[in-house]
C-alpha cells in the first residue's frame, strides 16, 4: 500500500512540477488572514484544495465564497498567471516551493526566465492595538531574471467585487484615487463597497457594510483599470498595460463580475530583486454593537483613535510595511525559539500555522474611554464573546499579552453586573451573534461557563498582578463559585463546551474543571485578603478532588484512567481540564493523576491522535495540546507529532479544522465542520505554561 502511494505520486510527479511545502502543506494556506471579515484563503486539502497551489484556483473567503484575487505578469511578451483562475487562463507559472512562519506565507515560482516570489504578509501585534486594529494585509511580489539576461516585466493583480459582500446579487460601486506621488509617499488605491451599506450586518458571514481598498504605490508606470473581469484581464494580457479607465456602471457583483485592477511596468529586470507591495484592507469606522448598562453603543475600531479618515489610516499603513514587516519578524522569531525549545520542529509546525486565525476572529475596538477585545466564534456558530472558545484560546493570549484577556472579559462582566443576563446563577455562555453584544444566546453550560470565567480571571490576575481586578467582580465570582459548589462533584446533565458530543450527567472531565474553579476562588480570595472565603473554597476543592478521584478514575483498569463520566469504567476520555491545574498552578490534583493520564493516552492512540472520548473516533486538536502540555515528554511528543501529521495529511481543505477523525484526518462524521476557529490558539498550551512535562509536585 504505501509502495502504491509513493508509485502513484512519482508519476504524478513526472507529469506536474511539485512545489515543495514548508514546515508542511497545511489543509487551507493562510493569504489574508485578520480579521472576521478579512479572511481569505487557499483551500489546499484534497476534499475541494488544490494540494496547496496559488495559481489555477480561486482564493476563498473560511466559510468558501471565492474572494476573487488575481495575479499575472508579462515577461517578453508572454503572459503568466501566478494568482487565481482566470478564464481565459494564461499560462501557470511554476509554483517551486511555499512555506509559512506565524505571519507570512511566502511562494517561491518561476515564470519563464524570471523568479518571482508572493509573500503576504498578515502581521500580528499583540501590544500595538493601532496595527492591530487595522485588518489590513501586505502582499509583496518580488522579481528577478534567472538568466542572467534583462527581461521586459509588467505585473498584473486586480481583486474583484466578491469581498463587498456575501450575497452576490448585491450592487457594488466603486472609486478609483491616488494621494499623491510616489516620491511623497502616495498611493494609487481602489474603494470599492457593497453600495447599499448596512451596518452590523452580514450576508453568509461576510460583512455588509464598510469599505475595502486595493492599494499600491502611485509610481512611474503604474496603470490602472475597473471594468468586467475578462475585459481588463484581456486589456493587460494584450498589451501589458491598462488604460486608466473605470467602468462607472456600479452593478450587481455577480453581473459581468467588475473587478479593479493595476498593472506595474517594471522596465527591464535583471538580477537585482524588484519589488512591489499592495495591500488590502477593509475599513469600517464602527465594528460592534455591545449592550452596556446605560444601553446599546456603537464601539469604534480601535485605529480611529488615530486616524478620522480612512485615507489618512491607509497612508499611514501602506507606508508601514517595513515597520511592521520587522515587527513581524520580531515575532516570527520569537515563536519559532521558543516552540522549537518547547516542543521541537513538530510543535513550530503547529503553532507557527495558527496565530493569524486564532487573532483573525478578534475586532479591536473602543467606546473613547476604554478599550475592548471581542471575539467570533467562527463557523460552530457565529456568536460573539462565547466563553468557552475564550477559554481554549487563551494559551496564546497568555503567552503573547495576558491583557487581551482582561479585554475579552471586560465586555462580559459589565453584561453580566448591568443585570442583563437573567438565565441562572452561573456564567453566560455568550453575548449575542457576531458584532452584535447584546444579548445573551440560549445556549446553557452551567459548570462549563463558570469553571471558565472563574479559571480565566485568576490567569489574568497572576500573569499581570492585578488583584484590584479581582476585588471589583467579587461578587460575580462568588456567585459563580457558590453555583459550582452545589453542581461541579456530582454534574446534572448538562453539556460541556464539547456540545456536539450531546449532554450527559456526571461527566468526569466537566466535574474536575468545577473543582479546579471552586479552588481558583479560594486563591481570589487569598490574593484579596478574604481569609474565611480561602479556608471555606480551598477545604470544598480539597474533599471534592479526593472524591472525585474515587467516582472518576478507573482504577482497575489496565493501565488505570480517568473515565467519560462517573461508573462507567470502560470509557475513556481527553482529561483536558487538568491543564488548568497546572496553569494556575493550584497544585490541587495529585501528581499521580498527570503521571496516571499520560501512562494511558498512548494505550488508546489512532494515527492522528487520541479520540476525544469513547462515544466517537473523532478528535479535538486545542484539548489535545492542553493533555501534551501536562503529560510526561513522550506523551508530549506522540500528541505533538500526530497533529503535525494530520496537518499534512488531512484532506479536510479549509482554514485548519479542531475537530477531525482521528483514524483517518478527515473530517468528524455527523458534525458541522469546524473552520478558522480561534480555538487554535490552545496549540500554544506549552508555550503558556512555564514549564512542560509533569508538574514535579
Ligand atoms: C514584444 O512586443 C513588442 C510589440 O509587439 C515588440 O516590439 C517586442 O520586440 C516584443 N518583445 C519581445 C522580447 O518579443
Ligand atoms: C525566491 O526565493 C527563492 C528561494 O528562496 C530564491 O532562490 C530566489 O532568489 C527568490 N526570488 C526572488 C525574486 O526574490
Ligand atoms: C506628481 O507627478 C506628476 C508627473 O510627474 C507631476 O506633474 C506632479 O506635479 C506631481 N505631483 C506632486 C504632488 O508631486
Ligand atoms: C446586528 O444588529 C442589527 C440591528 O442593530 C441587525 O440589523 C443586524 O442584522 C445584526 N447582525 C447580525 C449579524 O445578526
Ligand atoms: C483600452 O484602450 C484600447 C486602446 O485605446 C481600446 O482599444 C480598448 O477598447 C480600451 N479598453 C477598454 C476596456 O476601455
Ligand atoms: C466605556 O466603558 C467603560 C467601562 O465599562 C465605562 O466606564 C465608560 O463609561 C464607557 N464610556 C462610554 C463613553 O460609554
Ligand atoms: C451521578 O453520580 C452519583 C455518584 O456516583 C450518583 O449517585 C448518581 O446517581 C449519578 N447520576 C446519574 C444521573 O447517573
Ligand atoms: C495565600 O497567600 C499567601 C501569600 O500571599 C501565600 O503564602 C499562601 O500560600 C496563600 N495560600 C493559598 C491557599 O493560596
Ligand atoms: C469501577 O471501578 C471502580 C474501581 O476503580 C469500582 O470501585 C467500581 O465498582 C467500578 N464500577 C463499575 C460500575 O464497575
Ligand atoms: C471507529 O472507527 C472504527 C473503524 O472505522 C469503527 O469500527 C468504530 O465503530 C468506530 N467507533 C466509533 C465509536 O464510532
Ligand atoms: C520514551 O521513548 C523513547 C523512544 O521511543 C524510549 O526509549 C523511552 O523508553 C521512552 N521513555 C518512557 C519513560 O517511556
Ligand atoms: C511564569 O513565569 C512568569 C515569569 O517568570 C511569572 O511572571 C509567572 O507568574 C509565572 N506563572 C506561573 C503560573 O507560574
Known sequence: MVWLISFVALLVGSAVAQSSFSPARPPSLPLAVRSPYLSTWQEAGSDGGNGGYLAGQWATFWAGAITGWTGMVRVDNTTYTWMGNPDPLPTVVTQNSFSYTSTRSIFAMTAGPVSLNITFLSPVTPDDFLRQSMPITYMSVQVHSTDGKQHS????????????????????????????????????????????????????QQASWGYWYYATENVQGLTFQSGEDVTVRGQFTSSGKLNNTEDTNYRAINDAYPVYSFAVDLGSVGSSVVESVFTLNLAQENSIQFQNANGIQSLATYWTTSYS?????????????????????????????????????????????????????????????????????????????????????????????????????????????????????????????????????????????????????????????????????????????????????????????????????????????????????????????????????SSIAASYISQWQTLGIAQDASPPHTTLAYGMNDTHGLLYNLYADALLQTKLVPVEVYQMQSNFYPTVADPYGVALDTRHNWTKSDWEVFCAAIAAPNTTNLFISDIANFINETPTNGPVTDLYDAINGDWAEGTGHFLDRPVVGGWFALLALNQTGIPSS
Open 309 to 537: 479618515d480612512e485615507l489618512s489610516a491607509l497612508t499611514f499603513f501602506y507606508n508601514d510595511y517595513s515597520n511592521v514587516a520587522s515587527l513581524s519578524t520580531a515575532l516570527d522569531n520569537r515563536i519559532d525559539t521558543d516552540s522549537v525549545a518547547k516542543g521541537g520542529a513538530d510543535y513550530l509546525t503547529l503553532t507557527s500555522l495558527v496565530v493569524r486565525q486564532a487573532f483573525n476572529a478578534l475586532a479591536f475596538v473602543t467606546n473613547g474611554t476604554s478599550d475592548f477585545v471581542f471575539l467570533k466564534e467562527i463557523s460552530s456558530d457565529g456568536d460573539i464573546q462565547t466563553v468557552d472558545v475564550i477559554f481554549p484560546t487563551i494559551p496564546i493570549i497568555l503567552y503573547l499579552n495576558p491583557t487581551l484577556l482582561k479585554m475579552m472579559l471586560d465586555p462580559l462582566y459589565i453584561f453580566q453586573e448591568a443585570g442583563y443576563f437573567t438565565q441562572g446563577t452561573y456564567a453566560a455562555h455568550d453575548l449575542g451573534y457576531f458584532p452584535n453584544a447584546t444579548t445573551a444566546g440560549t445556549e446553557v453550560q452551567q459548570v462549563e461557563e463558570s469553571g471558565n470565567m472563574l479559571i480565566m480571571t485568576l490567569a489574568y490576575a497572576q500573569r499581570t498582578g492585578d488583584t484590584s481586578y479581582l476585588n471589583q467582580h467579587y461578587g460575580l465570582l462568588t456567585q459563580w463559585t457558590n453555583y459550582l459548589v452545589n453542581d461541579s462533584l456530582i454534574p446534572s446533565n448538562q453539556i460541556s463546551t464539547d456540545d456536539f458530543a450531546g449532554s450527559l450527567a456526571n461527566q468526569t472531565n466537566l466535574a474536575l474543571k468545577g473543582i479546579i474553579g471552586i479552588q481558583a476562588m479560594a486563591v481570589i480570595a487569598n490574593m484579596t485578603g478574604h481569609a474565611s472565603d480561602r479556608a471555606n473554597y
Open 153 to 204: 516585466v509588467q505585473l498584473y493583480t486586480d481583486v474583484s467585487a466578491e469581498w463587498t459582500s456575501g450575497d452576490r446579487s448585491q450592487v457594488a460601486q466603486w472609486q478609483y484615487g491616488v494621494t499623491g506621488n510616489a516620491s511623497a509617499g502616495g498611493i494609487a488605491y481602489h474603494k470599492f463597497w457593497r453600495q447599499l451599506q448596512r451596518e452590523f450586518s452580514e450576508e453568509n
